[in-house]
């Protein structure tokens, strides 16, 4: 059972910050979240609030929500009562280590220290604190609040209790974590994700289609049973002979360079930076742009009601 009512502190009130501090404000527990910008930290409460009215939530549970989330204008002020502190500030690595190093001068030795990355090696953000065995990643993705996956990862140096503690809280939270028991590069999700982008990105590269058949062929067949169909699953499924003999066939042919792509780094090169920038991989309006924005937004608050039922 965990217990309500616990301290939690979110240092970082942008895009991943204000959507870990609703979903804990959501599930019962007082949050103190911080932010060296003050334009981040004023705006925190309207950001949760248009972000839970977004995901269709009532008006009282809101006000709820926001009544459980103190704002302060300081790390050390935000950790000092803290039983766990949750890190979402940038993907830098000389900033993280700072953040950790102030937390660990503020916060209790007993709270559990938590950073929020998505690739960065969570044994080196926490080489440089003294009681390194409280401290873990954990991966939320993004809308924070709204998918449901979050993955802890464990150093060498993680208490195993700890992480459990962590994996309870999360799932209380109403989130789905999964344990990582090593600290790797992307862990298991964007190992997983870009291993199919790099295909993705060749299939362009060498002519074989263009980038729409590629989005097309991925929604349109194996992508609607990925929610409730895992690449496993579905090997045990179909049974692993056949897997294996399409592995025999396929897997010499597929794409192995082990550093980005050249076209991916010459669309970069070129100012080619996707929607933000009119052209990626392929060619946005802003109108178009929005209404990828607006699908997703649509399709995540569905996948979040049939959840509930």
């Known amino acids: ?10 240092i970082g009130a942008g ?16 949050v103190a979240i911080t932010d060296p910008v003050k334009e981040a930290r004023d705006g925190v409460a309207a950001r949760i609030r248009q972000s839970m009215e977004a995901m269709g939530i009532s008006e009282s549970e809101i006000t709820r929500a926001l009544k459980m989330v103190e704002i302060f204008d300081s790390t050390a002020a935000a950790v000092r009562r ?19 190093a102030e937390v660990e001068a503020h916060a209790p030795e007993t709270c559990i220290l938590a950073s929020n990355t998505s690739v960065m090696p969570i044994t080196e953000i926490m080489s440089g ?6 401290a873990l990643g954990t991966h939320w993705w993004n809308p924070p609040h709204m998918i449901p996956l979050v993955e802890v990862i464990k150093t060498a140096w993680t208490d195993p209790e700890v992480a459990q503690r962590m994996v309870d809280l999360l ?15 992307g862990f298991i999700g964007n190992r997983l994700q870009h291993a199919l982008w790099r295909e993705a990105i060749s299939l362009v590269e060498n002519g074989i289609c263009d980038a729409e058949a590629v989005d097309t062929v991925i929604k349109a067949s194996f992508g609607r049973r990925l929610a409730v169909l895992g690449p496993l699953e579905n090997a045990d499924l179909v049974g692993t002979d056949l897997t294996l003999d399409i592995h025999e066939n396929v897997l010499a042919d597929l794409e192995t360079r082990r550093g980005p792509s050249p076209y991916l780094r010459s669309l970069v090169e070129t100012g080619k930076l996707g929607m ?5 991989f392929r060619t946005w309006t802003d109108a178009e742009a929005e209404a990828v924005r607006a699908r997703v ?13």
């Not at 059972?1 to 979110?10: I, R």
């Not at 949750?86 to 830098?92: D, G, L, M, Q």
């Not at 933000?276 to 990626?280: L, M, Y």
Request: aromatic content about 4%; charged content about 25%.
């Open 1 to 10: 059972m965990v217990a309500k009512k616990q301290q939690m502190a979110v």
């Open 15 to 30: 895009l991943m910050g204000h959507g870990i501090a609703l979903t804990l404000a959501r599930a019962g527990h007082y």
């Open 82 to 100: 803290a039983d766990v502190v949750f890190e979402a500030a940038p993907e830098k690595m000389a900033l993280k280590q700072a953040i950790f």
């Open 129 to 134: 604190l003294r009681l390194k065995a409280r």
């Open 171 to 185: 799932a209380d939270a109403g989130k789905t974590p999964v344990m990582v028991e090593k600290d790797v590069p």
């Open 276 to 280: 933000k920038s009119g052209e990626g």
């Open 297 to 309: 937004a649509s399709h995540l608050r569905k996948l979040e009601g049939i959840q509930e039922t």
